[in-house]
C-alpha cells in the first residue's frame, strides 16, 4: 500500500511534525559543495577572503531560512499585499540609494554589507503570485485572471529591467510560467504569452537596431559572443571557461590544482563561473557527480510539490523549483557556452550572501510545507 490513510493518524502527527530529512540532508550537500569550491578558488587570490565571507553568510543564512521554516505558508498567504508592497518599495529604493556596481544599479549598501532587492524579489514575486491565485481559484480558467497575473508581475519586473538586470526578470517570467501551470492556467493563454515572447526574441535578432532598445551593449556582446567567433576578447571568461573544462578532460586536476583559478584567468570566478573550478579539479567524473548533487536536490523540491495537497502549497514549491532549476540550468549552460551569459549565479555554489540567503529561506519554505502534508509513505 503505497500512502497511509491520513484519517488514521493523530492530529499532531499529521500537521506539524513532519521533517523532510532529506531534502535538509541534499541542502547540506550542496552547501558543503560550495564552500570545498569558493575554499579552492580563493586559495591562490586572495587568501581565503571570499570563502570567510561565505561562511559567514551561510550562519547569517539560518535566519531567514529559520524564519520560513517555522512560521506557517498561510501566514504569508494573508499578508501577501503587504509582501507585494514589500516587494516594490524595495526596488524603488535601489532608483534612489542604490550603489551602482559594474555598470548595473542593484545593491543597496548596509555598512560593510551588500544587499540585493531583486533577489528577494524572486521569493517575494513567488509568494504573492501564488497567493493572487488562490484568493482566484474559481476564476482561473479566465482571461481576466491570467491578465491581472501579467499585471501582478509587471510592476516588479519593469523596475527590475531598469536596474539593469535581465537574469533576475528572466527567473520572475519562469516563476510566473510554472506557478501560472500549476495553478490550472488554460495552456493556450500560456502557449500564447511563450509564442509571442519567441517572436519578440526573433525580432530582436533579426532587426539589429532593436536589440538596443531593450538590452544594454554589454548584453548584446554576450549574445554575439556566444553564436560567432570572437577576436575583440567580449567572451573571455567563456573561452576560459572551455580552457578550464579541457584541462579538468575526464580525471581533472584534482583539488586545489586548477591553473587557470591559480593564474587569474577568469573574472568573477567565484561567482557566475565557480562551476568552472569542478570542471577543472574534478573533471567529467566531478561535474558528474555535482549534477548528481543537484539532481537529488531537485527530486527533493519536486516532491514537496508533487505530494502537497493543497493547490497554494503546490504552486509555491512549483514557483521556487522553477526559480532554482532555471538559475543552475542557465548558469551551467552560459559557462559551457551553450547559453549566453546573463549573471545568474549557481544555487549553493556561487559566492555572495544575498544569493545564499534566497536558496535557504527557499528551502525552509520548501521544509514548512511538508511540515504540514500527511506523512506518505516512501517519501
Known amino acids: 500500500m503505497a500512502t497511509m490513510h491520513a484519517g488514521s493518524l493523530p492530529l499532531e502527527q499529521k500537521r506539524g511534525l513532519r ?42 543564512g539560518i535566519v531567514p531560512f529559520g524564519i520560513f521554516a517555522t512560521v506557517p505558508p498561510k501566514f504569508w498567504q494573508r499578508i ?5 508592497g514589500v516587494n516594490v518599495l524595495a526596488l524603488l529604493a535601489v532608483r534612489f540609494v542604490g550603489s551602482e556596481k559594474k555598470g548595473a544599479e542593484r545593491w543597496i549598501e548596509f555598512g560593510p554589507m ?10 517575494l514575486t513567488i509568494i504573492t503570485l501564488s497567493a493572487f491565485f488562490a484568493y ?16 501582478h508581475i509587471s510592476i516588479p519586473l519593469g523596475l527590475i529591467l531598469m536596474q539593469p538586470h535581465l537574469g533576475a526578470a ?25 509564442a509571442a515572447f519567441a517572436c519578440f526574441i526573433g525580432l530582436m535578432v533579426a ?44 580525471m581533472g586536476t584534482g583539488y586545489l590544482n586548477g591553473t587557470q583559478k591559480a593564474g587569474h584567468f577568469i573574472p568573477e570566478q567565484n561567482n557566475d563561473f565557480i562551476f ?35 493547490l497554494y502549497y503546490r504552486m509555491l514549491a512549483a514557483g521556487v523549483f522553477a526559480a532554482l532549476f532555471f538559475h543552475m540550468f542557465v548558469n551551467i549552460g552560459m559557462v559551457l557556452k551553450v547559453l549566453p551569459v546573463v549573471g545568474l549565479w549557481l544555487p549553493f555554489l556561487s559566492s555572495g550572501g544575498t544569493a545564499l540567503w534566497l536558496c535557504l529561506a527557499c528551502v525552509g519554505l520548501l521544509l514548512s510545507i511538508r511540515r504540514r502534508e500527511a506523512p506518505v509513505l516512501f517519501s
Not at 570563502?51 to 550562519?59: D, E, R, S, Y
Not at 520572475?172 to 510554472?178: D, E, M, N, P, T
Request: hydrophobic share 55%; net charge negative.
Open 19 to 60: 521533517i523532510d530529512w532529506l531534502l535538509i540532508a541534499a541542502t547540506l550537500i550542496m552547501l558543503v559543495i560550495g564552500l570545498m569550491s569558493l575554499y579552492s578558488e580563493g586559495d591562490t587570490r586572495d587568501h581565503g577572503a571570499v570563502f570567510k565571507k561565505q561562511i559567514v553568510f551561510t550562519f547569517i
Open 80 to 84: 501577501s499585499w503587504w509582501l507585494y
Open 114 to 123: 551588500q544587499f540585493q532587492p531583486s533577489e528577494m524579489a524572486k521569493l
Open 136 to 151: 482566484r481559484q474559481d476564476a482561473i480558467r479566465s482571461f481576466s485572471t491570467f491578465a491581472l497575473s501579467l499585471l
Open 170 to 194: 528572466l527567473v520572475i517570467l519562469v516563476s510566473w510560467f510554472a506557478i501560472s501551470l500549476v495553478a490550472g492556467v488554460p495552456i493556450k493563454f500560456l502557449g500564447g504569452t511563450v
Open 207 to 250: 532587426v539589429p537596431s532593436l536589440p538596443g532598445l531593450v538590452l544594454q551593449p554589454y548584453q548584446l556582446d554576450r549574445l554575439y559572443g556566444m553564436i560567432q567567433q570572437d577576436d575583440t576578447g567580449k567572451s573571455w571568461q567563456t573561452d576560459r571557461a572551455q580552457i578550464a573544462f579541457a584541462n579538468g578532460s575526464v
Open 276 to 310: 568552472t573550478v569542478v570542471g577543472e579539479e574534478g573533471g567529467l567524473i566531478g561535474c558528474t557527480l555535482v549534477l548528481l548533487a543537484f539532481g537529488f536536490f531537485f527530486f527533493r523540491v519536486w516532491l514537496v510539490m508533487f505530494l502537497a495537497s493543497e
